[in-house]
């Protein structure tokens, strides 16, 4: 099932035309640069590294208004798979706090 989008003008709704991405890495440039615009997240970080034995990169990752971690993951066909390695990345975040702190700081 594809996402549709719509233009209202006037109350009434016209489909927009949508591009399909090729790459998952031309979607997550177009993310990254226009992050605040589209999730109201601010961009932090991309490909950031996770450590201590996890060996793991976290696609895009953000800060929400409320100073929490975003985690964006890209994938080009449908998985049930992008939810669990979302879920490790937050496992993993929330184990090292002051990664995601040194982060934001340097940030800046």
Known sequence: MDLKLFRVDAGC????????VTLESDLQALVERNMQTMLGVRFLASEFPTRDGHGGRIDSLGLDETGSPVIV???????QSVMNQAL???DWLLDHPCDF???????R
Not at 73 to 79: A, P
Not at 101 to 107: D, E, F, S
Request: glycine content about 4%.
């Open 101 to 107: 702190q040194a982060l934001v700081q340097r940030v």
């Open 73 to 79: 993951e890209y994938k080009k066909d449908t998985s």
């Open 88 to 90: 490790f990345y937050l």
């Open 13 to 20: 709704a016209t489909e927009m035309t949508g591009v399909p």
